[in-house]
C-alpha cells in the first residue's frame, strides 16, 4: 500500500528534532553539522533568537489578513530590499518557482504594453533550474523534470551557459527577455562569468529585452553580497527571490525597475498568502541580521577560508573531488565518485551536504557560520574522501 506522504521525495531515513546555530540534532539525539541548510534556506541557521522572536510575536499579532488591506510589514520589507538593491518595487509570494512565474509574467506583460505583444518568449540556459510548476519546467528544460507532463508550456528557449555568441544567435523578433541564474544551483554551483553577466546587460539593452535573475538560491546575502549580480557591477531589469529569504519561513519575492513593476496593474496577478504579516516578519528579521554593518564582510572573509580548505582538500583527494567552485558560501565539490557516494560518507561522519548536478557535492552553509564551523565541516570531508578512497580505486579500475 502506498505512503500516505506520496511517494515524489527519496528522503534519507533521518529525522530532525531540533536545531541550534549551524547544527541539527535527530530524534535519536545525534548531532550532524548542517552545510545544506535546507538547501539554501535557512540563511540564519536553526533557532535563531531574533527570527524565532519575531516570528512569535507576529504569529501572537495576527497571521494572515489577505492582500485586500494594507500589510505594514510587507510594507517595510519592501522598502528595505528596494533600499538595498537595484529594484525600484517588489512583489512577494511564497516559493521560488512562484517567484519566477511572477517574473516571466511581468517581462511578457511588460512587452505586451509596449505594444509588442508577439514578444512573450525567454531565453533560458542549459543545467539551469527554475521550479517545478509547469511553466518552471520548461524554463528548466532538463527532459527528466518534463518527463510524462505532457507539450512543455511554450515559450522558452535554451542555449548553452556563459556563451554570448549562442545568446545572441537565440534572439528574436519574439523574445522579450533573458531568465539566468548568476550561479547556477541544482545544475551543479556553475558561476556564470561576470564578464558574461555584463555582456548580457548590454546585449538585452542592444535588442530592446529584459534581463532577469533567478537568484533564489544564489542571492539574499550567500556569495558575499546582497545580491550575487552585484559582483559584475550591472543591474537587471527584475530579479526572483526566495530560498534563504525568510530564513526557512516559505516566502518568496520579485525585485525590479519601475519599467517592469508598473506592468502589474490591479488585477493582472496575485496570490493569497503573498507578503502575509508572518513571511513579512520572518523576512524582516533576516534582513535586520545579514543587512547589519559588517555581516556581509564576515560572509565573504569565512568563505575565503572555506574556499582555501577545500582547494586543499582537491589537491589531497583528487581520486575523490576534481574541482571546488561557486562563489562564497554557496560551493560545489566535483567529484570522481559518485556525488551520492560522497554525500552518504559526509552524512555517516555527521556532516549534512546537497547533491547537485554534474556529480557535484553542495555545501551551502547558514550564513551564520563562522571558521570554527568551517574547520570542522573540513575535517567531516577529510574524513569522508577518506572514506571514498577505496571507491575511488574501483572508479579508477574501470
Ligand atoms: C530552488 C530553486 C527554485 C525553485 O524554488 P521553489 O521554492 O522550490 O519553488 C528556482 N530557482 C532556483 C535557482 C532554485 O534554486
Redesign the pocket.
Known sequence: MIASLMPNYNRADLAFARGEGAYLFDTAGRRFLDFGAG?ATSSLGHGHPHLVAEIAAQAAKVIHVSNLYRVPEAEKLAARLVAATFADSVFFCN????A?EGLVKAFRKTMADAGKPERTRIICFEHA????TLAMIAATGNPKYLAGFGAPVAGFDHVPFNNLNAVRAAITSETAGILI?PVQ??GGIRPADLRFLRDLRATCDEFGILLGL?E??CGMGRTGKFLAHEWAGIEPDAVSL??GIAGGFPM?AVLAKEAVAKALVPGSHGTTFGGGPLACAAANAVLDVILAPGFMDEVDATSRYLWRGLEALVQKYPSVFTEARGAGLIVGLRCAVPNMDVQNAALAEGLLTVAAGDNVLRLVPPLIVRQPECAEALALLDRAARRCLPMAVAEAAK
Open positions: 538547501i516559493s521560488g518557482a512562484e519566477n533550474f527554475h521550479g517545478r541564474e544551483g541544482e533567478d533564489v538560491q526566495a530560498k518568496g
